[in-house]
Protein backbone atom coordinates (compact mmCIF):
# COMPACT_ATOMS: atom_id res chain seq x y z
CA UNK A 1 0.00 0.00 0.00
CA UNK A 2 1.29 3.42 -0.70
CA UNK A 3 1.47 6.25 1.37
CA UNK A 4 -1.17 8.03 -0.97
CA UNK A 5 -3.64 4.49 -0.09
CA UNK A 6 -3.46 5.13 3.34
CA UNK A 7 -4.73 8.87 3.33
CA UNK A 8 -8.56 8.88 3.50
CA UNK A 9 -8.61 11.06 0.30
CA UNK A 10 -12.50 10.14 -0.04
CA UNK A 11 -13.81 11.79 3.15
CA UNK A 12 -16.38 14.11 2.31
CA UNK A 13 -17.95 14.61 5.87
CA UNK A 14 -19.09 17.79 7.18
CA UNK A 15 -15.72 18.21 8.69
CA UNK A 16 -13.86 18.72 5.92
CA UNK A 17 -12.63 16.74 2.51
CA UNK A 18 -9.21 17.33 1.93
CA UNK A 19 -6.90 14.67 3.99
CA UNK A 20 -6.07 16.50 6.87
CA UNK A 21 -8.78 19.31 6.63
CA UNK A 22 -7.39 22.32 6.19
CA UNK A 23 -10.02 23.49 3.70
CA UNK A 24 -10.68 27.33 3.51
CA UNK A 25 -13.83 28.09 5.32
CA UNK A 26 -16.67 29.64 3.27
CA UNK A 27 -16.27 32.69 4.36
CA UNK A 28 -12.62 33.05 3.00
CA UNK A 29 -13.36 31.44 -0.19
CA UNK A 30 -16.00 33.55 -0.42
CA UNK A 31 -13.77 36.67 0.03
CA UNK A 32 -10.67 35.76 -1.98
CA UNK A 33 -10.56 36.98 -5.47
CA UNK A 34 -10.18 33.96 -8.04
CA UNK A 35 -7.05 34.34 -9.14
CA UNK A 36 -5.53 34.20 -5.74
CA UNK A 37 -6.98 31.02 -5.18
CA UNK A 38 -6.26 27.07 -6.61
CA UNK A 39 -7.16 23.70 -5.87
CA UNK A 40 -4.46 21.21 -4.34
CA UNK A 41 -2.85 19.19 -6.89
CA UNK A 42 -3.16 16.00 -5.17
CA UNK A 43 -6.51 16.55 -3.11
CA UNK A 44 -7.91 17.34 -7.09
CA UNK A 45 -11.04 19.56 -5.76
CA UNK A 46 -10.00 20.68 -2.40
CA UNK A 47 -9.46 24.72 -2.58
CA UNK A 48 -6.33 26.75 -1.75
CA UNK A 49 -5.28 30.16 -1.24
CA UNK A 50 -2.42 30.71 -2.29
CA UNK A 51 -0.93 33.09 -0.24
CA UNK A 52 -1.83 30.75 2.91
CA UNK A 53 -0.14 27.66 1.49
CA UNK A 54 2.95 29.91 0.34
CA UNK A 55 3.32 31.49 3.88
CA UNK A 56 2.95 27.94 5.45
CA UNK A 57 5.21 26.55 2.84
CA UNK A 58 2.74 24.07 1.36
CA UNK A 59 3.90 24.57 -2.69
CA UNK A 60 6.12 22.96 -4.82
CA UNK A 61 7.93 24.63 -8.12
CA UNK A 62 7.79 21.46 -11.04
CA UNK A 63 9.03 22.20 -14.17
CA UNK A 64 8.55 25.99 -14.52
CA UNK A 65 5.54 25.40 -13.18
CA UNK A 66 3.97 26.16 -8.94
CA UNK A 67 1.42 23.88 -7.20
CA UNK A 68 0.37 24.50 -4.30
CA UNK A 69 -1.46 22.10 -1.50
CA UNK A 70 -3.91 22.15 1.08
CA UNK A 71 -1.69 20.24 4.24
CA UNK A 72 1.56 19.19 4.55
CA UNK A 73 0.78 15.76 3.95
CA UNK A 74 0.50 16.50 0.40
CA UNK A 75 3.77 17.73 -0.31
CA UNK A 76 6.00 14.57 0.10
CA UNK A 77 3.32 12.64 -2.14
CA UNK A 78 4.09 15.19 -4.90
CA UNK A 79 7.57 14.91 -4.25
CA UNK A 80 7.41 11.17 -4.75
CA UNK A 81 5.46 11.15 -8.20
CA UNK A 82 5.46 14.68 -9.18
CA UNK A 83 4.61 13.98 -13.02
CA UNK A 84 1.36 12.06 -11.41
CA UNK A 85 0.22 15.15 -9.97
CA UNK A 86 1.56 17.96 -12.41
CA UNK A 87 -1.06 19.06 -14.69
CA UNK A 88 -1.82 22.65 -15.80
CA UNK A 89 -4.13 24.25 -13.03
Known amino acids: MTAYENLNLTDTSATGGSCCDHTPSAETIAQTPADAMTECQVMAGTPVVKADAEA ?34
Not at 71 to 87: M, Q, S
Open 56 to 89: AGLYRDHNGQRYWFCCAACGPLFDADPDRYAYAA
